[in-house]
């Protein structure tokens, strides 16, 4: 085994996998800017504000890039789905995820649905 395979490998070894807000957060943020205009235009507008400001992260040993949550090994979770309650954080913070607590904090705020 090559030391890029090992340092990966290695990589791998992780006790709980992250909860991420960041695409939550910026759907807010693009439903909050587009209030008012034509649904079609605002699911437009908040898909585009997540491509454009989502981070990427590329690791150092990666030959292929990409991922699915702002965190390494991350369960973004979807603003598609609405306000997430505190049952169902705890259940996955149960299993095999951690939250920051400020990220966690956010997910609870008090929200209006932005006419979604």
Known sequence: ?????KRMKESLRI??????????RLANESLEQTGGE?????????????????????EDDDLLCGSGASKPFGLEMSYEYG???KDEVESLKSEIYTITPEDE??????RCNHGM
């Open 1 to 5: 085994m090559n030391e890029r395979v």
């Open 15 to 24: 006790s709980k996998y992250p909860l991420c807000v960041e695409f939550f």
């Open 38 to 58: 034509p649904m079609l235009l605002r699911r437009s507008k908040l898909h585009a504000h997540i491509l454009d400001n989502c981070t990427i992260f590329i």
């Open 83 to 85: 306000v997430w309650t």
């Open 105 to 110: 904090e956010e997910l609870y705020e008090e």
